[in-house]
């Protein structure tokens, strides 16, 4: 049997960290198979579903390159298979149309509340003569359920669950304006798209019990189910904005990569051993469905920053270069062609400090801003007079110097200290200061020979003689 599955959001917001990892978990499941992984957008509620989520959706999936195999179904546009499916259940009699009223069925959940019963339909209009219809009102049809006996589910996941089909009751398949409910357009759509599982959060598998009852009504063979546990904070609490961002989208402009986000998300319920980093493809090579656990996971931003951190390092320098640019234009910095150069050579030394793209533009400022670079409070107390005195006088012995590399900066910078009677650590913390506008940075004489003769000696004038504007 081939695999195929699908990844079925609703387009009523933008995709969450939830969805994306159902995505996720899909598309590993179909890869370790050879399979097909499918999107379908579940747009029937149309007051709900709006096109900039449903691009949201798409871009989200983009970005984490869980491209889909085919182009998206898009639920809306298959009404006319949806009803045509409830007309055979009615000609098999295995649904029925009910005339029941809004105030009738008010009137019996309040008896069976009264009752201390389960509120659930209670079947008058079952084995009723449809002629005893009242006139001029429209009927939704229900799916005619077992009575007896049991709904099995033998779930990858959870292992067997079961329910009695006396706790189930004849739920409703179109509604009374002749529109398909979200229960049968799925079991539908999932059938004529031949899927094989079923991949989805556990706060579906209620549903799960009345859709396998309505695959066997329509004599299809159901999926095998696998039911996900849900994401929760780290306070053990359901996920929710308090816990951070929620949205592919945020965490995107945040400064995450898509494969840090991937290699966090398929270690939020699925283990490979010990192992906290892996690459897609080894995800791919090793995942199985089975050993995902059945507790809830628990979001790390922490543990989140760090896999990225990792993964940025990974990355090429001139690959990093691209992607902090736009991070750079909005702080107002455009990268320019002499900017990019600088910034490819000194960014061995900042990725190592960067856990995000963020973080990283903020901390490479300095090598591409316009001088005078502006230079932040700790590291204006740095250019005491004594220390501009000392960079005044660096000058020459900097342009002295035959080759411009780590050793005969240092050593310069070294003997000047001395020539001066400086302690070498406050030369050390004014050069920082006036070459990078903080006292934090990568190594001092990396910095100096990744700037470049010329431009390091215009820094230390623009100190020197006060010329830097404060950090705002």
């Given at each position: 049997?081939?695999?195929?599955?699908?990844?079925?959001?609703?387009?009523?917001?933008?995709?969450?960290?939830?969805?994306?990892?159902?995505?996720?978990?899909?598309?590993?499941?179909?890869?370790?198979?050879?399979?097909?992984?499918?999107?379908?957008?579940?747009?029937?509620?149309?007051?709900?579903?709006?096109?900039?989520?449903?691009?949201?959706i798409?871009?989200?999936?983009?970005?984490?390159?869980?491209?889909a195999?085919?182009?998206?179904?898009?639920?809306?546009?298959?009404?006319?298979?949806?009803?045509?499916?409830?007309?055979?259940?009615?000609?098999?009699?295995?649904?029925?149309?009910?005339?029941?009223?809004?105030?009738?069925?008010?009137?019996?959940?309040?008896?069976?509340?009264?009752?201390?019963?389960?509120?659930?339909?209670d079947?008058?209009?079952r084995?009723?003569?449809?002629?005893?219809?009242?006139?001029?009102?429209?009927?939704?049809?229900?799916l005619?359920?077992?009575?007896?006996?049991?709904?099995?589910?033998?779930?990858?996941?959870?292992?067997?669950?079961?329910?009695?089909?006396?706790?189930?009751?004849?739920m409703?398949?179109?509604?009374s304006?002749?529109?398909?409910?979200?229960?049968?357009?799925?079991?539908?759509?999932?059938?004529?798209?031949?899927?094989?599982?079923?991949?989805?959060?556990?706060?579906?598998l209620?549903?799960?019990f009345?859709?396998?009852?309505?695959?066997?009504?329509l004599e299809?063979?159901?999926?095998?189910?696998?039911?996900?546990?849900?994401?929760?904070?780290?306070?053990?609490?359901?996920?929710?904005?308090?816990?951070?961002?929620?949205?592919?989208?945020?965490?995107?402009?945040?400064?995450?990569?898509?494969?840090?986000?991937?290699?966090?998300?398929?270690?939020?319920?699925?283990a490979?051993?010990?192992?906290?980093?892996m690459?897609?493809?080894?995800?791919?090579?090793?995942?199985?469905?089975t050993?995902?656990?059945r507790?809830?996971?628990?979001?790390?931003?922490?543990?989140?920053?760090?896999?990225?951190?990792?993964?940025?390092?990974?990355?090429?320098?001139?690959?990093?270069?691209?992607?902090?640019?736009?991070?750079?234009?909005r702080?107002?910095?455009?990268?320019?062609?002499?900017?990019?150069?600088?910034?490819?050579?000194?960014?061995?030394?900042?990725?190592?400090?960067?856990?995000?793209?963020?973080?990283?533009?903020?901390?490479?400022?300095?090598?591409?801003?316009?001088?005078?670079?502006?230079?932040?409070?700790?590291?204006?107390?740095?250019?005491?007079?004594?220390?501009?005195?000392?960079?005044?006088?660096?000058a020459?012995?900097?342009?002295?110097?035959?080759?411009?590399?780590?050793?005969?900066?240092?050593?310069?910078?070294?003997?000047?200290?001395?020539?001066?009677?400086?302690?070498?650590?406050?030369?050390?913390?004014?050069?920082?200061?006036?070459?990078?506008?903080?006292?934090?940075?990568?190594?001092?004489?990396?910095?100096?020979?990744?700037?470049?003769?010329?431009?390091?000696?215009?820094?230390?004038?623009?100190?020197?003689?006060?010329?830097?504007?404060?950090?705002?």
């Open positions: 049997m081939s695999v195929v599955v699908r990844f079925a959001p609703s387009p009523t917001g933008y995709l969450h960290i939830g969805g994306a990892r159902t995505a996720l978990f899909n598309w590993l499941f179909a890869r370790h198979h050879g399979g097909r992984y499918l999107l379908r957008i579940e747009d029937t509620d149309r007051q709900r579903s709006t096109e900039q989520a449903i691009q949201a798409l871009d989200g999936l983009d970005w984490l390159e869980l491209r195999d085919e182009p998206p179904v898009f639920q809306s546009a298959r009404l006319e298979r949806h009803v045509a499916a409830v007309q055979g259940l009615l000609q098999a009699g295995r649904a029925y149309r009910c005339w029941c009223t809004p105030e009738e069925l008010e009137e019996m959940r309040a008896a069976q509340r009264a009752a201390g019963l389960p509120q659930r339909y079947g008058r209009w084995d009723r003569d449809p002629g005893t219809a009242p006139s001029g009102q429209p009927p939704v049809i229900r005619k359920a077992p009575q007896t006996g049991e709904t099995v589910i033998h779930d990858l996941v959870q292992g067997e669950v079961r329910v009695a089909n006396a706790q189930l009751d004849d409703v398949l179109l509604r304006d002749g529109t398909p409910t979200y229960m049968l357009s799925v079991v539908v759509d999932d059938i004529d798209m031949g899927i094989t599982h079923v991949i989805r959060g556990d706060d579906h209620t549903n799960a009345r859709q396998l009852q309505l695959y066997y009504a299809a063979t159901p999926p095998a189910f696998a039911h996900i546990p849900l994401i929760h904070g780290p306070d053990g609490a359901k996920l929710s904005k308090r816990h951070g961002a929620l949205s592919v989208t945020e965490y995107r402009e945040m400064g995450f990569l898509p494969e840090a986000m991937r290699n966090y998300l398929m270690r939020l319920g699925w490979h051993g010990d192992q906290e980093i690459s897609t493809a080894q995800a791919v090579e090793w995942f199985d469905i050993e995902v656990g507790s809830p996971s628990r979001f790390d931003m922490a543990k989140l920053l760090s896999v990225n951190a990792h993964w940025m390092r990974e990355r090429s320098d001139a690959d990093l270069v691209e992607l902090v640019r736009p991070f750079l234009s702080i107002g910095i455009t990268l320019e062609a002499t900017g990019s150069t600088r910034l490819t050579a000194g960014m061995a030394g900042l990725k190592q400090r960067a856990r995000t793209l963020v973080e990283l533009a903020q901390s490479a400022a300095f090598y591409v801003r316009p001088r005078p670079i502006p230079v932040d409070a700790k590291a204006q107390a740095a250019l005491t007079e004594e220390v501009r005195a000392a960079l005044r006088e660096a020459g012995p900097l342009t002295r110097l035959a080759t411009w590399n780590e050793e005969s900066i240092e050593s310069a910078c070294r003997a000047h200290a001395g020539a001066m009677g400086l302690p070498f650590s406050k030369l050390a913390q004014g050069l920082r200061a006036a070459l990078t506008g903080s006292l934090v940075s990568p190594g001092l004489f990396e910095i100096m020979r990744v700037l470049g003769r010329a431009e390091v000696l215009a820094r230390i004038e623009d100190a020197a003689i006060g010329r830097n504007p404060a950090l705002q």
